[in-house]
Nanobody, 125 residues
Framework: QVQLVESGGGLVQVGGSLRLACAAS????????MAWFRQAPGKGREFVSS????????FYDGSVKGRFTISRDNARNTMYLQMDSLKPEDTAVYYC??????????????????WGRGTQVTVSS
């Protein structure tokens, strides 16, 4: 079993930056593809970005491509999401997720077995 805990959320102004972290415990994430999802009030959970086991591949939703950067440090058992040029529509609870196996092209929540509890990101205008 893998336990995931997100951190780094908060309140930021339009155009600002935040760096989210997802710390894993229980076992190594080195064999797990991972992803970030988000859920805004009144909306479903949506894919943000994913990263393959050795960061060999990354994938982004079009709404964040060029502004967000996903990365991972397997030695620290941690994944990150650098968010720049934030917009009000980025406001949401951000969740990290992990799945057993490789592949960065799994963009739907049902592919991921392990989830954190989320961290709130609020972008004010």
């Amino acid at each position: 079993q893998v336990q995931l805990v997100e951190s780094g959320g908060g309140l930021v102004q339009v155009g600002g930056s935040l760096r989210l972290a997802c710390a894993a415990s229980g076992r190594s994430i080195s064999s797990s593809a991972m992803a970030w999802f988000r859920q805004a009030p009144g909306k479903g959970r949506e894919f943000v970005s994913s990263i393959d086991v050795n960061a060999g591949g990354t994938f982004y939703d079009g709404s964040v491509k060029g502004r967000f950067t996903i990365s991972r440090d397997n030695a620290r058992n941690t994944m990150y999401l650098q968010m720049d040029s934030l917009k009000p529509e980025d406001t949401a609870v951000y969740y990290c997720a992990a799945r057993d196996g490789r592949g960065a092209l799994y963009t739907t929540a049902n592919w991921y077995a392990y989830w954190g509890r989320g961290t709130q990101v609020t972008v004010s205008s």
